[in-house]
């Protein structure tokens, strides 16, 4: 039951993000580019956690897990922290970025 009432919660608010982002999106440059009003270190940072989710969450540490243990942790700790910040540096001396 517990579960349950959580699923639905999950859910309930979900659905209310969405409807919220609906209404705040109004043309495709608001759905693409979030209306050009993000900044570099955002957009560094929705880089960062897509590439690394995709690479190391996924690929990489299984591979590493297996041979190094716990020890292997610390890759993606690393890259978590440290990843964002070149191209956050790069998009914040873009021109007009």
Known sequence: MYSLVLLLLFLAVMVAVGVWGMRKTTTVNDFFLGGRTLGPWLS???Y???YFSAVIFIGFAGKQGWEFGLNSIWI????????????GLFLESVPGA
């Open 44 to 46: 560094a940072f929705a």
């Open 48 to 50: 960062g956690t897509t």
């Open 76 to 87: 993606g700790v690393a890259n978590a922290i440290l990843g964002p910040c070149l191209p």
